[in-house]
């Protein structure tokens, strides 16, 4: 659920032709992308809604963990972000503010993945297809709509995770509020 509602906008953009995917010509590259990205989202997500999490959930009250993981989680994404994805000519500073934006969004709602599954696999997982997606399809913006639509996905990322892991999350409620 959670990569369906993340990568949402992608169809969407097209659709009311707002971004141009470059995806035809990268084929081959996209096979030899997804193991390196789902190796490595794998490798995040257990460093940060694994240990990061642990360590956290220990030292701060209740229900802050979560959210400061998924803070302190998307700084590395927004970078990588920033430095490999194709870029608008909007400043440096709205494209940071947008890439955190996007990558927090998406990071809480990975946090409850992690929560409602008991593991940090299968966020990892969808983390990994997600970015195998960022980087194989190319998404170039037609004007700025685009990036309001990623941003809208992002942020109801952990709306659809929570509704659909709504029992297991049950246990952590006082955690969650």
């Known amino acids: 659920m959670f990569l369906l509602v993340a990568a949402s906008y992608v169809p969407l953009a097209r659709l009311l032709h707002?971004?141009?995917?470059?995806?035809?010509?990268?084929?081959?590259a996209l096979l030899g992308i997804?193991?390196?990205a789902l190796a490595a989202a794998l490798l995040y997500e257990r460093a940060v809604r694994g240990a990061l999490y642990a360590a956290?959930?220990?030292?701060?009250?209740?229900?802050?963990?979560?959210?400061?993981?998924a803070v302190l989680g998307a700084i590395l994404p927004a970078v990588l972000r920033l430095a490999f994805?194709?870029?608008?000519?909007?400043?440096?500073?709205?494209l940071a503010v947008h890439a955190f934006l996007v990558e927090a969004g998406g990071g809480r709602a990975l946090c409850l993945l992690a929560l409602g599954t008991g593991s940090a696999v299968p966020g990892g997982f969808a983390y990994g297809l997600l970015w195998a997606l960022r980087f194989g399809v190319g998404v170039t913006f037609v004007g700025g709509v685009v990036p309001l639509l990623e941003l809208a996905a992002a942020w109801f990322?952990?709306?659809?995770v929570a509704?659909?892991?709504?029992?297991?999350?049950?246990?952590y409620r006082e955690e969650l509020l």
């Open 163 to 171: 509704i659909v892991l709504a029992r297991p999350l049950a246990p």
């Open 18 to 28: 707002y971004a141009i995917l470059g995806g035809s010509g990268r084929g081959a």
């Open 157 to 160: 990322a952990p709306i659809a």
């Open 56 to 69: 956290l959930g220990k030292r701060l009250p209740t229900g802050a963990a979560a959210p400061a993981v």
């Open 85 to 94: 994805l194709p870029r608008s000519t909007a400043p440096l500073t709205v």
């Open 34 to 36: 997804v193991p390196a």
